[in-house]
């Protein structure tokens, strides 16, 4: 196969030998800052413009900033298009190709986004609008002089109050009243805004007791289809639903879909007859069921699942420009893969091959501009013109000059004798023999360890460890069995799926037996606390934004109708509850030496629950440290913290396994 040219990076062809030539560095911390991460590709109406935005951390000023390039389709040119410090997102050409649209809170003292647009040949932004909630999503309208926004509205909001009158106490009666990164949650929903970009004005179409999201112009600019939680209380269910409605000031929603389950992400035919969506699984499986393509006709009528015989998750529908066709984003095994379906229903076709992941596409008049990455690449874009794929940009260049550990596919056995899959990255500078091995477990749990970069990974083996990713049940990319073989049944199967990724490694001789670390975030984390609770081998861990006593979390975090689907109520499946308390209940059978991290702030998975089990193994002498990251969410965003938690990383399997480093 002598070359790497082609139909994309394919792993199992050529990252055999990728990293591993004479004269490249080891990646370090300090790369952090050169990392480059892309997102929001837009193609311009003419065909002849990119634009995306780029990420960097930098660690100097200890800021994250995100600013918006363009590049020309053919890579003749490419620009950076903002500079402002503050960050700009979400960049859309209007459909006249004369401005460029993007979110931004530039110049404001409240943080708060806004609709903003600057010439599509470049020049300054513009902020238009000045909406308290700010702006999270827009669409244009197809004659370019409106936009439908969406913004979060409190009716009780007082503009003229004082800023600096004493705090008023926090007055709560939501159902779900609190949520990471937003705090507790009071009277305030997201509704659509009509704006209008020569007046500067706008207009409410929506209101109530609902959210409201994912806005979608029709092709006439007569209607909007948009996605809404509507019910008595919307609060106390996950079932959202495509409407539409008059593109007008007291025009009345239609429903269009009656699925129990989420419906979103509605994306009108060209001819305006139909309309796709993200059809939602059940929600007697909570977060555990497949979502799939749908249409429905846009007029109202019978809906349609266009994916009902594909055992695998679906996303982003988008239509082809003759309307024959849908687009979209296809999980499957550790790959995601952009493929179409007919508008009639048919057969599926995968455009991409397996072995990389294709996060965000957008179909363009000269062909589908892609956002991919591989293990040995971050991702950057690529245009896909018929079957012949070429790479945009180049922003992670600098990896050029770097010595990357190897990926590759593993499959292996469970207890039980199910095939797990798992992706295995090898040191750079590996000796022959056993080596240190640290089992990362992934987040959600319905997610999956993909073919992408990961620059944790890639620091890890570069300083000596094998890391092992599985993809436990649980895991998305293998059909939906297989994805609700845990469903309130966490540290069962997902364990024993786990444990025996190590078995298969030690079998191998590939790992060490007495240097095993394991560690996770989130979902990764708690996995983590049942492995160590279970299974005394692992001589390092690291726990990181986790839980273990799930009774005692009972309303303190923001999953309150994803419990009640999955777990019930703690007074009525008591049981249920206390079995996946098990860590905690049994921490008196943990010895493995601990490392807990967690963000302040998080109240995806809370601090006290880091806590708890922090204190139950300081309370048994077993060794461990907690590390707090002040104003820090679930995610960490201070590229200092970022820094900080790698390095702690390295330092406590380091002192646990050996020093392993790479000089």
Not at 91 to 120: H, I, N, T
Not at 399 to 418: E, H, M, R, W, Y
Not at 632 to 658: A, N, T
Request: net charge negative; hydrophobic share 35%.
């Amino acid at each position: 196969m002598g070359t790497c040219r082609g139909f994309l990076l394919l792993v199992g062809l050529c990252l055999s030998t990728a990293g591993w030539a004479e004269g490249k560095r080891a990646i370090v911390l300090d790369d952090l800052a050169n990392y480059a991460n892309l997102s929001s590709p837009s193609a311009s109406s003419d065909g002849k413009w990119v634009a995306y935005t780029v990420g960097r951390d930098d660690l100097e000023e200890n800021e994250s900033q995100t600013q918006v390039w363009v590049s020309a389709w053919d890579g003749s040119r490419l620009t950076q298009f903002t500079t402002a410090k503050e960050s700009s997102t979400s960049p859309g050409y209007s459909p006249d190709g004369k401005w460029l649209a993007l979110l931004s809170s530039r110049g404001r003292e409240d943080g708060a986004s806004q609709f903003c647009v600057m010439p599509s040949d470049g020049g300054e932004a513009r902020c238009l609008t000045d909406l308290p909630g700010g702006v999270s999503e827009y669409d244009w309208a197809p004659d370019s002089k409106r936009v439908v926004l969406v913004s979060k509205l409190d009716p009780e909001y007082d503009p003229e109050a004082d800023e600096d009158k004493k705090p008023e106490p926090i007055v709560i009666d939501r159902y779900h009243f609190k949520q990471d990164y937003v705090g507790f949650m009071r009277k305030e929903r997201s509704h659509l805004f009509l704006f209008n970009i020569e007046t500067e004005e706008s207009v409410q179409l929506t209101d109530g007791n609902y959210e409201e999201f994912s806005p979608s112009f029709s092709p006439d600019g007569k209607r909007i289809a948009f996605s809404s939680k509507h019910g008595e209380d919307p609060d106390r269910h996950d079932n959202s639903d495509v409407y539409v409605m008059d593109a007008t000031a007291g025009a009345e929603a239609r429903q269009l879909t009656t699925n129990q389950g989420a419906d979103g992400r509605p994306k009108w035919s060209p001819d305006g007859k139909s309309i796709a969506y993200l059809h939602g699984g059940s929600p007697d499986l909570a977060w555990y069921g497949l979502v799939r393509i749908g249409i429905v006709p846009a007029d109202g009528g019978e809906a349609r699942v266009l994916t009902a015989d594909l055992d695998r998750n679906a996303s982003s529908p988008q239509w082809s420009a003759n309307g024959k066709d849908i687009y979209f984003l296809l999980e499957d095994d550790q790959s995601v893969q952009l493929a179409k379906v007919p508008a009639k229903g048919g057969k599926i076709t995968r455009l991409t091959p397996a072995g990389q992941v294709v996060a965000q596409f957008e179909i363009g008049p000269a062909g589908i501009v892609m956002l991919t990455s591989s293990p040995s690449m971050p991702y950057e874009l690529q245009v896909l013109e018929g079957s012949s794929t070429r790479q945009l940009t180049h922003h992670n260049a600098w990896l050029d000059n770097v010595a990357l550990a190897q990926v590759k596919a593993i499959s292996f056995n469970s207890a039980d004798g199910t095939e797990v899959h798992a992706l295995l990255m090898t040191p750079v500078a590996a000796d022959d023999g056993p080596r240190p091995t640290l089992m990362r477990l992934h987040g959600g749990p319905v997610s999956q360890r993909q073919f992408e970069f990961e620059f944790n990974f890639q620091l890890l083996a570069a300083h000596g460890y094998m890391i092992v990713a599985p993809n436990f049940r649980g895991s998305t990319g293998r059909g939906e069995d297989f994805q609700r073989a845990i469903f309130a049944d966490w540290g069962h199967v997902d364990l024993e799926d786990s444990l025996a990724a190590v078995d298969y490694l030690v079998d191998k001789k590939l790992a060490d037996p007495d240097r095993l670390g394991v560690f996770g975030w989130s979902y990764g984390g708690i996995l983590t606390n049942y492995v160590i609770a279970s299974d005394s081998r692992f001589k390092v861990a690291i726990s990181g934004a986790s839980m273990s006593n799930m009774l005692g979390g009972y309303g303190h975090d923001q999953y309150i109708t994803v419990w009640n689907s999955e777990l019930g109520a703690p007074w009525e499946n008591l049981d249920t509850w206390l079995k996946l308390s098990y860590p905690f209940l049994h921490a008196d059978r943990i010895t493995t030496p601990t490392l807990f991290l967690v963000g302040q702030e998080d109240w995806n998975v809370p601090l006290h629950a880091t806590e708890q089990m922090y204190q139950a193994l300081k309370q048994l002498e077993v060794e461990t440290e907690m590390v707090i990251y002040p104003g820090e969410h679930h995610g960490l965003s201070s590229p200092v913290f970022k820094v900080d938690r790698l390095q702690r990383y390295i330092d406590w399997f380091d002192k646990h396994l050996g020093t392993v480093g790479q000089e």
